[in-house]
């Protein structure tokens, strides 16, 4: 892929054609559903368990063995639905896709074709583009194939069965840009809502896109599906790629190289999608409905109670921090990543009345504790903090109980023992001093002999006193506060900021 | 075999037991005596389960002798068709493909009779899958019918229909699909019950086709049949499709023997010009011994009959071939290599276990359900379906059952259909649009008639009763009224070989 692209809006050109090229793409999204049990069996599931330790006859596919629908996947996919504004059936039915591989052991997957729990519904973009979703189903997932050994293939059936849900877009998406920023937001609705823990690493998340390019204004052509994206960066350089295979290969003029409707598979290290199968070996799935799950209905104090059970959503979160909080566009977006550092956030904010220095605090202090190795948590409800010591703590060093220093160790430490701030600042010895006699005395100490300094403060160079707050700070053992410091070191100076 | 064992149905055997009479331990005895005595010639079972029955039954006594309360099969032996889990007995549905699979978990309704006390004696022959209405179609070869060796037990519950008609059980389970149970039955001159769809629970019935299996007793007495459906009815909440319902309770009529005030519907499409002859005399004796002990025969018309078999072979295959998807070499069953890889391995497995009719009907049904070929055959074959429910919906505004012949023919000769599939599929054209309608039906020997192949000795006709939905105990009651009217019509089948 040599050709040289350049874009404007979202058209995509290059030097030599003219054309302007726009992409269509659209996404299917699975993502996994956050259940104790399996979608048709009591077993659970655990990512990297030992290979099919969590298996039953049912989800193994025994003879004779009869699916069951686990009512929480129902609600946690019709709590996913309505975050996203979509319209929950009334009535819904399971149907068969038949296909032959050795992961699912049925030979048929579990699935929605006629009548999905809901349809519709969508996500806006920052700009204000709304990406359309076609449909959403509930499907029973494969097991593993492990090709690695050899002439040998290995199956593990613990994830057979798992729940997911399938969204599908319309083809509303005109950018590699685009498609990532939906998958993140679709991510964070999923996760808001306590669906899916959406980790893509542990495929709880899983991405297809359907991608082709047109001239702009003239009719679709041939869609590209590109499967095996391992990673949101793998989406958005798989469209890259793909996009700038199809430019190249109409502008070639060569027909016999225009793309044509298949699946590729990306390949991430080699930067390039190749044919996996084309349209003439695509499946025959012979769909029909489940004769072993009667259509379930679903009752409308079902779809109330989900709805009930709603939280606000990342993007409405955002703007409110933005508007009413006043925190700037970053912060909102750190502190919304995800729901349990937004609700920590909610929490400090209202209790120390101090929004921006809770943002801080949080975005600067407590999200860098999960990647403390002294800290063991990964998450924030694995951590020993909770919200009011946090919001005391702030309203502590606002107060200049305790300095900015001081603070983050006594924060450190009550992430570790989940103790209260006060109890860890006389603990720690952490007070600052405010006897005014004791710190002209350190900062005398700190000044003598440092006629060059005195000079260059005196002469407007006050960068220079950093040294000397320094040797403040060392003797009043981080004690002292250092706007104190500093205002009493001008003053015996006899200079000013 | 003892001669009061044979005599004795699965009511008596029990009380027979519990009043000291016999053991479980003599019962099992004399059961395996009579297995010993008959099977070698008949072959209606794969495999009888020696070791466990012997034990299970000692076991039985020592709680009886402890003072447990008895359950309403207690020390009953029971066969069981060859598709019916119990873990760790081999469970092949008479195919290649599943031979030596041991189940690894335990069927609902065979819990529910080993909880009733049962004893499972041993697992019986089968029509491939359910495929079949004769037992030719099985791996292990054919059943034969103690009324005739040389002819078919009907099937595909050919196995569990002949050990209770020779007398080797008191009581088997059979599935029904389109007939498997109610033909064998009338075939074989016993008793043969297909409940409500969703009445017993199919968990542990290795499927056929979905949507109509169903669990089906056969025995020697309504009244057995009652009993056992009792005990393996009731929603099981492993099976979505099993009616939220508690077991059906034996209803009891005003008048024992009396069908007064019952309406008898008679569907003229159940008595086609081209009947057997001895099937029509005994039939239609049968009806008027339903009038003689009061009931109002009402002729009636179930319009879409004859559309009953295509929408059958269907539907049924439909299923079948995506139910049947599973056995491919990869986690049980037969496993041939093929040319190594992972396809090759499938087919070569498939081409290798599965037998010519088991074959025919997955071709069958993934051809229905192709792109293309859906609305035409599957989609119409669900409206069609829907027009029989209707059917007998209508029909039951006016009548309490329907009547008719339960196989257009008694036991046809081992071999004779096997070349055209046709006509065997047209062996079941009288059970099938009751199993399309999801309605109870029961077949209940009323008569013997020469067959009109010029075989000469007589063969048991069946009668088929059939009901509302959900309406099992009163159809079973119903039934038990024309059980008392018609003793004189029934007989014993030979005891030994008779040709």
Redesign the interface.
Known sequence: MSVALTRDGDAWLSAAGGVRWVPVIGLEVHCQLDTRTKLFCGCAYRFGAEPNSLTC?VC??????????NAAALELALRAALAVGAEIASQTHFD?K?Y???DI????QISQLERPFCTGGGIELSSGKRVRLHRIHLEEDAGKAVHDRG?T?L?DLNRAGVPLIESVTEADISSPEEAHEYLTALREIVQYVGASAADMEKGELRCDVNVSVRPEGEELRAKVEVKNLNSFKSVKEALEHEIARQIEAYESGDEARFPVQETRLYDAQAGETRTMRAKEEAH?Y???PE????PLTIPSALVAEQRRLLPELPAARRRRYREELGLSDYDAGVLTQSRDVADLFETVARLSQRPKESANWISNEVLRAFSDPEIPAARVDELALRPHDLAELIGLVTAGTVNTNAGRTVLREMMKSGRPARALIGELGLEQVQDEGQLEQWCRAALAGQERTIADVRAGKTKALGAVMGRVMRASQGKADPRRVRALLLRIIGARE | MSAAYARLDATALRASILAGERTCARTVAECLAGIDERDGELAAFLSVERDWARERAARLDARLAAGERPGALFGVPVALKA???TEGIE?S?ASRI?AG?R???T?TFVQRLLDAGAIVVGVTNMDEFAMGSSSENSCAGPTRNPWDVARTPGGSSSGSAVAVAARMVPLALGSDTGGSVRQPAAMCGVFGFKPTYGRVS??????F???LDQVSPLARSVRDLELVTEVISGHD?????SLAEPPIEREHPAAPGSLSGFRVGVPREHFPHDLEPGVRACCEAALARLEAIGAELVPLSLPHTPFAIPTYYVVAT??A??NL??Y?G???GLRAEGD?T??GM?AATRAAGFGPEVKRRILLG?YV???GY?DEW?GRALKARGLMRDDFERAFEQVDVIAGPTSPTVAFRLGERVDDPLAMYLADALTVPVSLAGVPGISMPCGCALPADGGAGELPVGLQLVGPARSDARLLRIAAAFEAASEDLRREPPPGSAR
Do not use: H
């Open positions: 006859p193994t596919g025994q003879p004779g063995a009869l699916p069951v629908v068969r038949n032959f591989y050795c052991p049925k030979n048929y002439q293939t199956v025959d012979r769909y029909f004769p072993d799950i009667p | 598709n019916m889990c469970t549905c599943l699979w189940a690894p978990y069927a199919r968990y542990g019935l290795i499927a086709g979905s949507s909440e492993r099976d979505s499709t439909a299923e071939s995506s998807a599973r491919d990869v986690l049980f190594g992972l396809p499938m993934t359900l192709s792109a859906y599957y």
